[in-house]
Each structure stands twice: as C-alpha cells, then as structure tokens.
Nanobody, 123 residues
Framework: VQLQAFGGGLVQAGGSLRLSCTSSGRASSAYATGWFRQAPGEEREFVAAITWNGGCSFIARSANGRFAISRDNAKNTVYLQMNSLKPEDTAVYFC?????????????????WGQGTLVTVSS
C-alpha cells in the first residue's frame, strides 16, 4: 500500500485546513488509517484514527472538538479536517495504514506510512 498525504500549508491561528491521505495498492480500503504529527524537536504523536469502514474513529485529546477524521473508500482517501487551528498544531502531519478491522493509536502498530505534509499555523 502506498500512501500520499497532502493539503498542508500556512494558515493563521483560528483558521482551518483539510488534509487528505490517498492510498493505492492491493485492497487499499481494507485498512485502518491514522494521522500522526511531529513538531520540530518533538516526538511524533498520535492525532486521529479511523477504522477501515469509517464506523469507528478516535481523536487525540489535544485535537478533540477541533479535528475530525473521515474517509471515502470510493476515492481511497482519508481526510483530517482541522478547525480552530493553534500555533501548537504546527507540525509535519503523516498518515499511516494498518491492515485489519480494528482501530489503532500506537504508531508502532502501523505498517505503511506516507511522506508527510507540513502544517504551519501562525499566531
């Protein structure tokens, strides 16, 4: 499975961005997908995850109420809608995929990773 994340950019605090993660490869829709981010000088952290059919999702506490994850399997795409962005949301955002039916929040569980897209939130 190949993943490509895009949609990052520069936005002012309080603004919104929608990230997309497109997948290709064998049975690419039968995978749980997660978003992670890594700020400069920080470790990569979990942001959100969604099961293969979109039936279950989970948002990290730091993003809860502001971010939403969804997917369109017909387009092999998972979205991360980010609203009310804060400067501390500035990071490179990665999407990752893992085969199976369950939802995962640990980056070590994921098998495939995209290249990341940079989100910069100015104050």
């Amino acid at each position: 499975v190949q993943l490509q994340a895009f949609g990052g950019g520069l936005v002012q605090a309080g603004g919104s961005l929608r990230l997309s993660c497109t997948s290709s490869g064998r049975a690419s829709s039968a995978y749980a997908t997660g978003w992670f981010r890594q700020a400069p000088g920080e470790e990569r952290e979990f942001v959100a995850a969604i099961t293969w059919n979109g039936g279950c999702s989970f948002i990290a506490r730091s993003a809860n109420g502001r971010f939403a994850i969804s997917r369109d399997n017909a387009k092999n795409t998972v979205y991360l809608q980010m609203n009310s962005l804060k400067p501390e949301d500035t990071a490179v955002y990665f999407c990752a995929a893992k085969s199976g039916l369950t939802l995962h929040t640990r980056q070590g569980d994921y098998e495939y990773w995209g290249q990341g897209t940079l989100v910069t939130v100015s104050s």
